[in-house]
């Protein structure tokens, strides 16, 4: 494997792991068991996992209220494009 598909592999990976956090943290809300931090899910968002965020935000309709989650994402999808832009340029 090449290093750029290394790299879009692992982005790949780990925005499917944010989406799967975001789900697994809807659900323990609704459970009201013990949270994942939102600090936790930020960062995840701003280390290139923008994308994973939005999309579990919007598909589990979660952290949707709250305008920081939005600016997140947005900061998170661009980092994200960012990135493929940098690898595939």
């Known amino acids: ?8 592999l692992t982005l790949l990976i780990w925005n499917l792991i944010v989406f799967i956090t975001y789900g ?3 659900g323990k809300a609704r459970k009201e068991a013990y949270r994942i931090p939102e600090k936790t899910l930020l960062l995840m968002s701003y280390l290139g ?13 979660h952290k949707t209220k709250k305008w920081y989650f939005s600016v997140a994402w947005a900061v998170g999808v661009a980092i ?4 493929i832009y940098w690898i595939w340029k």
Do not use: E, H, N, P
Request: hydrophobic share 45%.
């Open 24 to 26: 697994l943290d809807k």
């Open 80 to 83: 994200d494009v960012a990135i």
């Open 1 to 8: 494997m090449s290093l750029k598909q290394v790299v879009s």
């Open 49 to 61: 996992g923008g994308l994973g965020a939005w999309a579990g935000g919007t598909r589990f309709r």
